[in-house]
Nanobody, 123 residues
């Protein structure tokens, strides 16, 4: 059974940092792109970043470029999202997901989803 488990969320002040982890199992990690999405209350789920090391695909939303960095460790079947210079508007539930398509961005392109980890940025 495919499974994605997020961790690393928490509460930080503006300007702070967090590193999210997404541990995957139950499917061939090397054949999938892994993406990070977030959803704030009352808002639609939006793509934050994605990576597919098989074809060198990396995506960042404009709102996080220069602040967030995505990376993967295939030995651990884990994808990380390093989030620096966090802003109030980064507050959301963060989800990781796996897609078997090329260059996925939209939520409907992703097949497997984790349960999410909460990130709260507040002063």
């Amino acid at each position: 059974e495919a499974q994605l488990v997020e961790s690393g969320g928490g509460s930080v002040q503006p300007g702070g940092s967090l590193r999210l982890s997404c541990a995957a199992c139950g499917f061939d990690f090397d054949d999938y792109a892994i993406g990070w999405f977030r959803q704030a209350p009352g808002k639609e789920r939006e793509a934050v970043s994605a990576i597919s090391t098989g074809d060198g695909y990396i995506y960042y939303a404009d709102s996080v470029k220069g602040r967030f960095t995505i990376s993967s460790d295939h030995a651990k079947n884990t994808v990380y999202l390093q989030m620096n210079s966090l802003k109030l508007e980064d507050t959301a539930m963060y989800y990781c997901a796996a897609a078997e398509v090329v260059s996925p961005i939209e939520p409907y392109e992703y097949r497997y989803w984790g349960q999410g980890t909460q990130v709260t940025v507040s002063s």
